[in-house]
């Protein structure tokens, strides 16, 4: 069976008003120190709210992570201001998100810079990544594997990704087993998608369908989508596992409610066939999105990408 493959993503200095107020402040020594204080740490209270990162182990975990594409254009007064005030490379590393979401590549590779001489590993990746889409393959790997060695989660999925593809280095997939199953021991749901994919098509170890169902299982479990549909692929023909149209049925429909043309393509065909209840004329069965499909739409599983 032909299965989704994935790959890694090769996804200063303007002073702000609010720096500016901090000159302008005509009170006395005390007070004005005072107000610089109280303004620092409400601005890199604001970078860490608006800028955390999910992939990053050492951001405040007082704030809710944020993913890259939802940053806001505020976040990178905020964090400019928290790294100007404080030097601290978690803020250059967030404003290096922020930077980069606002379509300021030049500046976000400048904080990034800034982070890493700074020895934040979260930054690492970034940069590396970043690195890589300028055709340094050798500086991607070589910062990924910075990154991974002091325990990063997206470091470890990056470095697998380039042992199993050679970026940067011969490939070798021993590492890029070892590499994927230590972030999907730290909860990384690809990796261990990546993993099932590596054992099902066969092509850089012998084939092993039950070795792949157990980690498409672990993946959709987390709900890894590409994973659903690839275990429900397995179900339908019996690959590695006796053969289940109900269970089959459930991935398709799982991967539908997240989305997926393809799963929902599936769970029709499953309806039209009797295998699962269809849906009356007034509403869909529950939870899985009325999806208007046109030619071109229905393929095989194709790539999982991953987000920065």
């Known amino acids: ?9 090769r996804g200063f200095a303007v002073l702000t008003g609010a720096t500016v107020a901090l000159c302008a402040l005509t009170v006395s020594p005390d007070a004005a120190e005072r107000g610089q204080l109280i303004l620092a740490s409400t601005m890199q209270n604001q970078c ?4 955390g990162s999910p992939y990053d182990d050492q951001r405040n975990g007082e704030f809710a992570p944020v993913d890259i594409a939802k ?4 976040a990178v007064d905020a964090c400019r201001v928290a790294f100007e005030t ?21 500046q976000a590779m400048n904080a990034y810079d800034a982070a890493v001489k700074g020895g934040y590993a979260a930054a690492k990746v970034n940069f590396g990544m970043l690195m890589g889409r300028l055709g340094d393959d050798q500086a991607e790997f070589r910062l ?5 060695s002091s325990g990063n989660r997206l470091a470890a999925y990056n470095l697998g990704v380039a042992y199993r593809d050679g970026l940067g280095t011969q490939p070798d997939v021993t590492k890029a087993l070892s590499w994927f199953e230590r972030a999907a021991a730290a909860g990384d749901d690809t990796a261990a998608f990546n993993i099932g994919a590596i054992y099902d098509e066969g092509h850089l170890v012998p084939q092993d369908d039950q070795t792949a169902v157990a980690w498409y299982d672990i993946a959709a479990q987390r709900g890894n989508t590409d994973a659903m549909i690839n275990l429900g692929l397995m179900y339908e023909s019996g690959e590695g596992i006796p053969a289940d149209a109900a269970k089959a049925a459930d991935m398709y429909r799982e991967a539908a409610q997240n989305g997926d043309v393809f799963g929902a393509y599936k769970y029709l065909q499953f309806q039209q066939a009797g295998i699962v209840p269809a849906p009356s004329q007034d509403a869909a069965i529950e939870g899985v999105k009325t999806l208007v499909l046109k030619q071109g739409d229905v393929e095989t599983p194709a790539t999982a990408a991953k987000e920065i």
């Not at 860490?48 to 800028?51: G, I």
């Not at 940053?71 to 505020?74: A, K």
């Not at 404080?86 to 030049?106: C, E």
């Open 1 to 9: 069976m032909k299965s989704r493959a994935s790959k890694v993503n």
């Open 48 to 51: 860490d709210q608006l800028a």
């Open 71 to 74: 940053i806001g254009t505020e």
């Open 86 to 106: 404080s030097g601290n490379p978690r803020y250059a590393y967030q404003l290096g998100r922020a930077l980069n979401n606002a379509n300021q590549p030049d």
């Open 144 to 148: 990924y594997n910075e990154a991974a």
